[in-house]
């Protein structure tokens, strides 16, 4: 067997079997497979896709590539949550801490940003000290300790998708199904978490730009978790437009600490209250949703949540003086208001054009080996809905090149639609499967 042969064979659009996968996947995750002849077989797969059976056999693959955890000895629950991809997403970072501190165990493992979207890790990493490279020892004893752990790929956790996640990210072939499914769940079955909920995203700011495929791809993820003796419940959630009003590394971190501290908009109160009244369901403590919502707000207001998540930072070497106070974090040199032109109500706020603005601000990678930039990215004033006079702050640029954040003010002005008549809000949850 020779990689030619197999990148000739999907090329020419036919089913791999499960020892081609196989050997692709080993001998890449060993280094023996160059990364230009992998590029080539993830386009091959991006343009002429995988059928099921391709697809478990290439998650299974990837999971192990790597080890395996165990997390039994936690607790017989163990909850992971992962979100198929964003702009502003967020939910993460806020979501975790209010699970753990309802004293359910959480143990994720969350990736960097891919595409249009961020990274759960590129952004806890804008905490000065936070570390996401920690030895799968420690991240079981950090769970055991505190009841959370929010780390970013070990080198020996699913190897496999570390490499082909970056591949994929600097060739622009993030947007498939198999790819997306097989990375998720290899992740998610390498980590060892029993019970898995997963926030599958439609819309323009989406790699699922219809609910449709939405729907198709949460349930080849299922039947994959199923397989694997892992409960999986798929949430779709509306990415239209962006989540919450920040985009940007250290400006979701902020964001997302206002969030604990009660100051919620309401798209993440209704992603964070379903998504983890679910965890908690799964997690055997309360099948009562509405009980669960109630749960979750209660430990936003007494302060336990906010609370667990400087548990967490500190844990994981972050400097807390920086969740305590937000002003410490570095500003963009250049803070650039985008103003309307026109009046009336935001019909549209493209998320994907908004993440690619984010990106090339450079919140995000361009090659895979280039560093970010945590300070820059987006404040939004405007989101759908809202009504604009002419010569309101649709939004704010962050930006350290003065030229580049200039071509985002402009690129941020044609996101928006604006529309004469008023806009009726889009549904948040858009399905549980
Ligand atoms: N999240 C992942 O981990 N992988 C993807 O492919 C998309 C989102």
Not at 303 to 323: C, H, M, P, R, S
Not at 391 to 410: C, H, M, P, S
């Amino acid at each position: 067997m020779n990689i030619q042969d197999i990148i000739a064979n999907k090329r020419d659009g036919k089913k791999l079997n499960t020892d081609e996968i196989k050997y692709f996947v080993e001998e890449y995750t060993k280094g023996n497979i160059t990364d230009y002849q992998a590029a080539a077989l993830i386009m091959a797969i991006y343009i002429n896709g995988m059928d099921k059976e391709e697809t478990t056999a290439l998650t299974i693959e990837m999971a192990h590539s790597g080890d395996i955890l165990d997390l039994s000895s936690i607790s017989k629950n163990v909850i992971d949550k992962h979100s198929t991809g964003g702009v502003g997403d967020k939910i993460t970072i806020i979501l975790t801490p209010i699970i753990a501190s309802l004293g359910i165990p959480v143990a994720k493992m969350s990736g960097r940003g891919l595409g249009f979207t961020g990274g759960t890790v590129d952004k806890l990493e804008s905490i000065p000290g936070y570390k996401t490279e920690i030895k799968v020892e420690d991240f079981i004893e950090d769970v055991k300790k505190i009841g959370i752990s929010v780390i970013g790929q070990t080198a020996n956790l699913a190897p496999a998708d570390k490499k082909i996640y970056s591949l994929r990210d600097s060739i622009n072939c993030v947007g498939s199904m198999p790819l997306i499914a097989s990375s998720i769940m290899s992740k998610k079955i390498a980590a060892g978490a029993n019970k898995i909920i997963l926030d599958v995203t439609v819309g323009s700011g989406a790699f699922m730009k219809n609910k449709k495929d939405a729907i198709q791809l949460s349930n080849l993820m299922k039947d994959i978790g199923k397989l694997a003796n892992r409960e999986t419940i798929c949430v779709l959630t509306n990415m239209d437009e962006p989540v919450g009003y920040s985009i940007g590394n250290s400006l979701e971190i902020i964001e997302a600490i206002e969030c604990l501290k009660g100051n919620i908009p309401e798209d993440i109160k209704e992603i964070i209250t379903t998504i983890g009244s679910y965890m908690i369901k799964l997690a055997g403590k309360g099948n009562d949703l509405e009980e669960n919502k109630v749960k979750i707000i209660e430990n936003i207001k007494n302060g336990k949540a906010y609370n667990k998540f400087l548990e967490l930072v500190q844990n994981q070497g972050g400097n807390i003086e920086f969740i305590k106070n937000t002003e410490k974090f570095e500003k963009a040199k250049y803070i650039l208001p985008v103003t309307s032109k026109e009046e009336g109500y935001v019909y549209k706020l493209n998320a994907e054009k908004v993440g690619k603005i984010s990106v090339d601000l450079g919140a995000g990678r361009l090659r895979k080996e280039d560093s970010i930039d945590k300070s820059v990215g987006i404040v939004l004033n405007k989101k759908i809905a809202d009504k604009v006079n002419t010569g309101d702050i649709l939004g704010f640029v962050y930006a350290n090149n003065k030229q580049r954040g200039e071509t985002a003010v402009e690129e941020l002005l044609n996101a928006y639609e604006i529309v004469k008549e008023p806009v009726k809000k889009e549904e948040i949850i858009l399905g549980i499967i």
